[in-house]
Each structure stands twice: as C-alpha cells, then as structure tokens.
C-alpha cells in the first residue's frame, strides 16, 4: 500500500454530492433504463391481468392472444390504434401477388401507429396470405425417393381461396401484433400463462401434419363437398349469406351424450364424416325444396351446376 494512503481518511461528510458530469450521464442512463425495465415489467403485469384464459389459444407450444383478448386490453388500457393507409392506393391494406416453387399466392399487408399518450408509440405491422394452413392447404404430396423422399404442402389455387377470409386475417394479425408488442406480451411463454391460470386452461389448435392420411385429392373432393353445400344452402335462401349461414349451422348441429352440438357457419370449418353427413342432410332437403317448387326446378338445377363447376371461386363462410 503506497504510503500516502495510510493516512487516507474517508470523507466524514458521505461521498461527493457533486459527480463529474460524464459518471452523471451514465447514472442517469441507468437509472432511467432500470425505471423503463420496472415500468415494462409492470406493463407486461398488467396487460396479461386483464385477460382470461379463453382470450388465449395454444398454436403448438406457442399462445397466441385472440382478438377479443387484445381489444379487450386495448380498450381498458386506453391503447390507441391508427391504421396506415397505403400510400398509393389510399386503402387501409396493401394486397400483392407473390411467387415461389410452389405457385404463386397473395399476400395481404398491413400497417398502424400503436400510442399512448403516456407510453409514447410504435409501429406495427399485420399481414396474412392465401398459404394460411386454415383456408389455404389442400393437402400434402410426396416428392422424390429414398433419402431425398420429402412431404410437402399443396396449397389451393388463388380463385379457390376467399380473399376476405385472408383481409380478415390481416386485420385480426394486425390488432393482435398491435396491441402484444405495444405492451410486451408478444412472447409470453406457456409456462407463465399456466403459472397464472392453472394448468389445462387454455385451448389447443392442431394443425394437420404432413403425415396426415388424407393426401391431396381426398382434401380436393371434400372441398368440393363443401363448395355444394354452400351453393345448396345459398340457393335455398335465395342468395341471402347470413341465412345461408345459420342454415349450414342448423344442418352441421347434431347430438352427442344426450347433448346438442353447435354447428358451424363457416363451411370451410367442416372436414371429414361431419361434412358428408351435413350434405347429405342438405341434399335431402334440397331435393324436398325443389319437389314443392317444380317450377323453379329447371333455374335452381343450372344455378346449383354453375355455383359448384371448377374456376368459380372459393366457398363463402
């Protein structure tokens, strides 16, 4: 120890109360960075506290808020959401066709200023395609042998998937995005949604594997079932697609364990044995309709052919 340090005596008064203005600066950086880390930690709190567990769905081993969820936090949290529009074309969304070795697809894009007048802002960005596994898979094929044998998906060709559907899903993307990055619940693990529910809470969403049974022309014939059920159900209800709707409801219900199982109004939702029994249902009671109408049978007989023919476009929902 140096000898001047022997008779080193610390300052009675405390340390310095005046800092040299560079160690300031990098205080006042840590400081505020530890009130942003205390302040976001209280955000993330507080935002997945206002919501419940069927606000949540589990995509694989990832949860997913729904937009009830997030507009429910929007909401109570005074979150607002300002959606940009294209600069060209003025609309809300930006819709585009792309391409790769599969075919080509449509990509739908969107883009909103997230604020709080406490929290400040960001932007965020919402978008979804006509590859979206639940109205754009028709199945999967195999390529190749041995070694080099691989699976790969079949998507439906544009005209065959609603365009809507795909709007919608931008949209729904976009609110979610919004409002989960704004407030930084977007990677929220499972375990901290079980920790805070219980466990078994929340609902699960399989998709099809690639090792499904159904190869491309079993998924291409059940939805050309569904494309005639659609028609069937439409026409029936003169063109009305709200009617339409709870029609397939109504026809899609059935009863299990002494209990009564909702229907599905979206058609596309429909898959399997629950399908063809639902058609059937309705090709009987299109039939009977047709027989009490014999002389609208000639017109509803070419409309039902022209509705359900290849290249007219996707089933409603």
Same mark, same amino acid.
């Given at each position: 120890?140096?000898?001047?340090?022997?008779?080193?005596?610390?300052?009675?008064?405390?340390?310095?109360?005046?800092?040299?203005?560079?160690?300031?600066?990098?205080?006042?950086?840590?400081?505020?960075?530890?009130?942003?880390?205390?302040?976001?930690?209280?955000?993330?709190?507080? /935002?997945?506290?206002?919501?419940?567990?069927?606000?949540?769905?589990?995509?694989?081993?990832?949860?997913?808020?729904?937009?009830?969820?997030?507009?429910?936090?929007?909401?109570?949290?005074?979150?607002?959401?300002?959606?940009?529009?294209?600069?060209?074309?003025?609309?809300?969304?930006?819709?585009?066709?792309?391409?790769?070795?599969?075919?080509?697809?449509?990509?739908?894009?969107?883009?909103?200023?997230?604020?709080?007048?406490?929290?400040?802002?960001?932007?965020?960005?919402?978008?979804?395609?006509?590859?979206?596994?639940?109205?754009?898979?028709? $199945?999967?094929?195999?390529?190749?042998?041995?070694?080099?044998?691989?699976?790969?998906?079949?998507?439906?060709?544009?005209?065959?998937?609603?365009?809507?559907?795909?709007?919608?899903? /931008?949209?729904?993307?976009?609110?979610?995005?919004?409002?989960?990055?704004?407030?930084?619940?977007?990677?929220?693990?499972?375990?901290?949604?079980?920790?805070?529910?219980? !466990?078994?809470?929340?609902?699960?969403? /399989?998709?099809?594997?690639?090792?499904?049974?159904?190869?491309?022309?079993?998924?291409?014939?059940?939805?050309?079932?569904?494309?005639?059920?659609?028609?069937?159900?439409?026409?029936?209800?003169?063109?009305?697609?709200?009617?339409?709707?709870?029609?397939?409801?109504?026809?899609?219900?059935?009863?299990?364990? $002494? %209990?009564?199982?909702? $229907?599905?109004?979206?058609?596309?939702?429909? %898959?399997?044995?629950?399908?063809?029994?639902?058609?059937?249902?309705?090709?009987?009671?299109?039939?009977?309709?047709?027989?009490?109408?014999?002389?609208? %049978?000639?017109?509803?007989?070419?409309?039902?052919?022209? !509705?359900?023919?290849?290249?007219?476009? /996707?089933?409603?929902?």
């Amino acid at each position: 120890m140096p000898e001047d340090a022997m008779d080193f005596q610390p300052d009675p008064e405390g340390p310095s109360s005046v800092m040299p203005a560079r160690i300031q600066s990098h205080e006042n950086a840590l400081a505020a960075l530890e009130r942003n880390m205390h302040m976001a930690e209280r955000l993330i709190d507080m /935002a997945l506290a206002l919501t419940k567990p069927q606000d949540w769905t589990m995509f694989g081993t990832k949860p997913w808020l729904c937009r009830s969820g997030a507009e429910g936090i929007r909401r109570r949290m005074g979150i607002s959401i300002e959606i940009i529009p294209d600069p060209d074309t003025r609309r809300q969304y930006t819709m585009f066709k792309d391409s790769d070795d599969r075919g080509d697809f449509i990509v739908c894009e969107l883009t909103a200023k997230v604020s709080h007048p406490q929290l400040g802002s960001i932007e965020a960005f919402g978008f979804a395609t006509t590859r979206d596994k639940f109205f754009g898979l028709q $199945g999967y094929e195999t390529i190749g042998e041995g070694k080099d044998q691989k699976t790969l998906p079949v998507w439906k060709p544009i005209s065959e998937v609603n365009l809507e559907h795909v709007k919608m899903k /931008a949209y729904t993307n976009l609110w979610v995005n919004s409002v989960t990055r704004f407030t930084g619940i977007s990677n929220v693990s499972a375990e901290a949604l079980e920790k805070l529910f219980g !466990a078994g809470k929340i609902g699960k969403v /399989a998709f099809r594997e690639a090792e499904d049974k159904r190869d491309a022309g079993a998924v291409a014939e059940e939805n050309k079932q569904a494309k005639r059920l659609w028609a069937i159900c439409k026409l029936s209800c003169s063109g009305d697609d709200n009617q339409a709707k709870q029609l397939i409801a109504k026809l899609s219900s059935f009863e299990k364990d $002494g %209990k009564t199982v909702n $229907g599905v109004t979206d058609v596309n939702k429909l %898959k399997g044995f629950r399908l063809k029994r639902t058609l059937e249902d309705a090709e009987k009671g299109w039939k009977s309709f047709l027989e009490k109408n014999p002389d609208k %049978k000639a017109f509803l007989g070419d409309a039902l052919t022209e !509705a359900t023919k290849e290249g007219t476009g /996707a089933t409603s929902s």
